[in-house]
């Protein structure tokens, strides 16, 4: 966990990075953009992604995660429970809101079908199930 304002922001940088990257594969994937990407589109939506989902957890995401976290009922003494408090409202919010970048993304590229609700939860849960894994088992652990 950072102790000052740099260790901060490099475990944030470490942290968007790798649950951007497990994310990036993920959702081209389930979208079927692997064939019609190039090497330079792909490069440049990751690069607009990362960039987008730093600014959303080092000023929106973080702090509030943090706060919930630790209003939460549970013994704060346990380094490990500060971390699974932590980690959970990080992969809620973060998965929340690059749940509606996702969206707008797919609107752009390839149109929805049905309505904008049904479209955001279903996006919302295919994301949730494997950021919230990746982020316990996978990104945390190597990022700390």
């Known amino acids: 966990m950072p102790d000052n304002k740099k260790e ?4 944030g940088l470490m942290m968007v990075f790798g649950m951007v990257s497990i994310m990036f594969i993920y959702n081209s994937t389930l979208q079927g953009l692997w064939e019609e990407m ?4 792909g490069f440049i939506q990751y690069g607009i992604t990362f960039i987008v989902a730093f600014i959303i957890e080092a000023f929106v995401v973080g702090n509030i995660a943090r706060k919930i976290a630790f209003m939460l009922p549970y013994n704060k003494s346990k380094k490990l429970y500060n971390i699974i408090a932590i980690s959970t409202c ?3 919010g973060m998965v929340s ?5 996702g969206l707008i ?4 590229t390839s149109g929805i079908e049905g309505t904008l609700l049904s479209n955001y939860a279903h996006l919302l849960l295919l994301n949730f199930v494997l950021a919230y894994p990746a982020q316990l088992l996978i990104v945390g652990p190597i990022a700390r």
Request: hydrophobic share 65%; net charge positive; no cysteine.
């Open 8 to 11: 901060e922001i490099i475990f």
């Open 97 to 101: 809101f690059m749940s509606v970048y």
């Open 90 to 92: 990080m992969v809620v």
């Open 38 to 41: 190039t090497f330079v589109k």
């Open 105 to 108: 993304s797919k609107i752009v």
